[in-house]
């Protein structure tokens, strides 16, 4: 019974880190979308596409680490 609920924790923790996960992501596409409305200068809005393309490859490279 102790591992069905270890496993339904498991579950439920990564539900809600996922959740959070897309908020983060949803967050950082506004305020990208928020700094072209503004009229911030092309090499600012370059440097903020790089670093949430360059965080979702890391994010993406610590999952693929977690299923191993």
Known sequence: ???K???ELSIVSKFVG???DG???NTSNR???TAKK???PKPVLDKLAKIKKESDELEE???QIDQL
């Open 1 to 3: 019974m102790a591992k």
């Open 5 to 7: 609920q270890i496993n």
């Open 18 to 20: 996922a959740f959070f």
């Open 23 to 25: 908020v983060q992501r």
């Open 31 to 33: 305020f990208i979308q």
């Open 38 to 40: 503004r009229g911030l």
């Open 61 to 63: 490279l610590l999952r």
